[in-house]
T-cell receptor, first 115, second 112 residues
Framework: NAGVTQTPKFQVLKTGQSMTLQCAQDMNHNSMYWYRQDPGMGLRLIYYSASEGTTDKGEVPNGYNVSRLNKREFSLRLESAAPSQTSVYFC??????????????FGEGSWLTVV | SQQGEEDPQALSIQEGENATMNCSYKTSINNLQWYRQNSGRGLVHLILIRSNEREKHSGRLRVTLDTSKKSSSLLITASRAADTASYFCATDFSGGYNKLIFGAGTRLAVHP
């Protein structure tokens, strides 16, 4: 039972480089999310996708792009990485079935350092 | 700014004591959820309370919700060293079902 799987787990980038964080869920969830967590802080929503084919900005979308490739996969792209994007990135998903309780399931995180 | 704000930011107690964490939020919600995060790991769902509920229990956890004050509390009774973690509240906006917003969290340390 994989749940939410993110790759890579660790990455070091140079300023200006680009990279894509991959996320896949096997729970047939409609909604998927990307959050970032800075040291000692809570999670801030970057982008989310309510369903396949839709994406919306969260609290801190600047510097990021996303793609909802299909129902399972939701990727996050940094086009030109900046040191301020050094953070831990979490992908998450949940069903849109309110009766199911709206629980959100998280991946284990991707540690990104931009030097 | 973040929708949910936890208080206190850090809490240090002895095993067997109760731990209480509070969360305040700003706008109307469908529900409020509490999550736990062990160091270096993802978040794990603990409990959800809907906007029409006032109190909910799950094992050693008790959650209350006061929508008039826009606040919630999480009580962990008879704490154990294994409860050491960060705890976050997350609010599900009434106007945006899919936009789950987290607070900054309370770091709980339970000492043996």
């Amino acid at each position: 039972n994989a749940g939410v799987t993110q790759t890579p787990k660790f990455q070091v980038l140079k300023t200006g480089q680009s990279m894509t964080l991959q996320c896949a869920q096997d729970m047939n969830h409609n909604s998927m999310y990307w959050y970032r967590q800075d040291p000692g802080m809570g999670l801030r929503l970057i982008y989310y996708s309510a369903s396949e084919g839709t994406t919306d900005k969260g609290e801190v979308p600047n510097g990021y792009n996303v793609s909802r490739l299909n129902k399972r996969e939701f990727s996050l792209r940094l086009e030109s990485a900046a040191p301020s994007q050094t953070s831990v990135y979490f992908c998450a998903s949940r069903t849109r079935d309110r009766a199911a309780g709206n629980t959100i399931y998280f991946g284990e995180g991707s540690w990104l350092t931009v030097v | 700014s973040q929708q949910g704000e936890e208080d206190p930011q850090a809490l240090s107690i002895q095993e067997g004591e109760n731990a209480t964490m509070n969360c305040s939020y700003k706008t109307s919600i469908n529900n409020l959820q509490w999550y736990r995060q062990n160091s270096g790991r993802g978040l794990v769902h603990l409990i959800l309370i809907r906007s029409n509920e006032r109190e909910k229990h799950s094992g050693r956890l008790r959650v209350t919700l006061d929508t008039s004050k826009k606040s919630s509390s999480l009580l962990i009774t008879a704490s154990r060293a294994a409860d050491t973690a960060s705890y976050f509240c997350a609010t599900d906006f009434s106007g945006g079902y899919n936009k789950l917003i987290f607070g900054a969290g309370t770091r709980l340390a339970v000492h043996p």
